[in-house]
């Protein structure tokens, strides 16, 4: 369902008041929704900018990322993150991104759909199941002989 014009007011209105610019602004888009212009947003995905933007402005004292219809959930987002730092990958973001890309052609966790999100983490748990083993024995962790 496309935005209503009252949203597109109100989007237009904080992003004049944040000084956002114009690649700013479009960076945004291309990044939190895979868009390249506002018109391009479903009304769910519009109210959850202007959510964030409120939050930039101060108008709000937190954001909650709402679930974007098909997109991945904020916990799903929060796991394969946390598994990201479990493997030992937060030091080097673009590792994350390159595995994301390769096993699902996105490159941020928060662009994945629910589906593409659930292989996601199923991977990320299979490579920790199988990194375990050795981070027990180099670290003099695990079963005494």
């Known amino acids: 369902m496309p935005r209503s014009n009252a949203q597109n007011r109100v989007y237009w209105c904080l992003i004049r008041t944040l000084g956002i610019d114009e690649d700013t602004r479009r ?8 868009a390249l212009s506002s018109r391009g947003l479903t009304k769910a995905q519009m109210a959850d900018q ?6 930039l402005a101060g108008e709000a004292p937190r954001y909650e990322p709402a679930v974007v219809a098909g997109g991945a959930s904020v916990n799903q987002v929060r ?3 946390g598994l990201e730092r479990d493997l030992g990958w937060d030091d080097n973001p673009d590792r994350l991104a390159g ?4 096993v699902v052609g996105v490159e ?10 659930a292989r996601v ?5 299979a490579m920790h199941k199988r990194q375990a083993p050795e981070t ?8 005494r002989s």
């Open 50 to 55: 202007i959510n964030w933007l409120r939050y």
């Open 136 to 143: 027990a024995e180099t670290k003099g962790i695990g079963c």
């Open 99 to 102: 595995f994301l890309r390769k």
């Open 79 to 81: 796991f394969i993150e």
């Open 121 to 125: 983490i199923e991977t990320l748990k």
């Open 27 to 34: 960076a945004m888009l291309l990044d939190r929704y895979r």
């Open 108 to 117: 941020t966790a928060s662009g994945l759909t629910s589906r593409q999100a």
